[in-house]
């Protein structure tokens, strides 16, 4: 069985996935820019015709929509230390209460995370249940949008309400995300190394 919701993009959570989740603020890219990533997105897709082009259709969709994020011109207010540092301890509250927390780095305009939803207990009809990445990400995103906007001295939308999800398939496929997550602060010219990244996490074992 798989947890469905739907926003703007359908979301499918399978019970004890593993997920790639990339979260923005508000106002982080131009409406044209969003506009054109999904015409591309879209193009991609009706012309693939097995779920393995889909899936490098939708690699390719999601690399050029994380380049456009470092190229904004828009709110960067994850380069202050404080409001970074906000994230990140948000990020780690949660760590084996609602998920396993595998790794993340916070960049100026957005975050990339990766963690598992653990079991939340055992329904009347004896099926596990897990703890949905919409809830989780309702409660992140509330949280550290009303602390960060406290410290910026602002009202309004911090986050941009959709997120952007991937269930990761298998264990090279996470291989490849996490080294993916951590080294984008290297991608962005940074650091060069990305141990220097202050806001980049691994977990140990």
Avoid at 23 to 28: C, D, K, P, Q, T
Wanted: aromatic share 10%; proline share 4%.
């Amino acid at each position: 069985m798989e947890e469905f919701y739907k926003r703007k993009l359908p979301h499918m959570q399978p019970k004890g996935a593993t997920l790639f989740v990339t979260f923005r603020l508000a106002g982080s890219l131009p409406q044209a820019a969003i506009a054109q990533l999904r015409a591309a997105r879209e193009t991609e897709m009706h012309v693939a015709t097995t779920n393995e082009e889909r899936y490098l259709a939708e690699r390719r969709h999601f690399g050029r929509f994380d380049e456009q994020l470092h190229q904004s011109t828009g709110p960067h207010y994850l380069q202050q230390p404080a409001l970074a540092q906000i994230v990140a301890d948000s990020l780690h509250h949660r760590d084996q209460g609602v998920y396993r927390l595998d790794a993340f780095t916070i960049l100026s305009n957005h975050v990339h995370v990766v963690f598992a939803p653990l079991q939340k207990g055992v329904h009347l009809d004896d099926t596990t249940q897990f703890h949905k990445l919409s809830k989780i990400m309702q409660s992140l995103k509330r949280h550290t949008a009303q602390e960060c906007n406290k410290l910026l001295g602002r009202q309004g939308a911090f986050w941009q309400a959709e997120s952007y999800d991937h269930i990761v398939r298998d264990e090279a496929e996470w291989e490849r995300i996490v080294r993916y997550v951590l080294n984008n602060p290297v991608k962005a010219g940074l650091v060069s190394e990305w141990e220097e990244w202050p806001y980049t996490y691994l977990r140990s074992d």
